[in-house]
Nanobody
Framework: EVQLVESGGGLVQAGGSLRLSCAVS????????IGWFRQAPGREREGISC????????YYHDSVKGRFTISRDNAKNTVYLQMNTLKPEDTAVYFC????????????WGQGTQVTVSS
């Protein structure tokens, strides 16, 4: 059974940091592109970062560039999102998702973890 389980969310003051984890089971995370998405109340889900399967290349949305860092621990089959200098507008439910080889879309999704940044 394929599962992605996010953890690490919580309440933090503006300027603080959190590290989200996406624990993968049922497939080898390094064979998949793993993306992080977020959805704030009343807003559409947006992709904020991803890490590629083949070369580990990374992508960041402009809104998080320079503040968030995505990384992968293949031994733990886990992908992380280190979030620094958090802002109230980062408040959202954060999801990780896996895109399989040659899939072209994210096939598997986690249940999400809430991040709340107070001003």
């Amino acid at each position: 059974e394929v599962q992605l389980v996010e953890s690490g969310g919580g309440l933090v003051q503006a300027g603080g940091s959190l590290r989200l984890s996406c624990a993968v089971s049922g497939f080898t995370s390094e064979d998949y592109t793993i993306g992080w998405f977020r959805q704030a109340p009343g807003r559409e889900r947006e992709g904020i970062s991803c890490i590629g399967s083949s070369d580990g290349s990374t992508y960041y949305h402009d809104s998080v560039k320079g503040r968030f860092t995505i990384s992968r621990d293949n031994a733990k089959n886990t992908v992380y999102l280190q979030m620094n200098t958090l802002k109230p507008e980062d408040t959202a439910v954060y999801f990780c998702a896996g895109e399989g080889p040659n899939s072209g879309e994210y096939d598997y999704w986690g249940q999400g973890t809430q991040v709340t940044v107070s001003s």
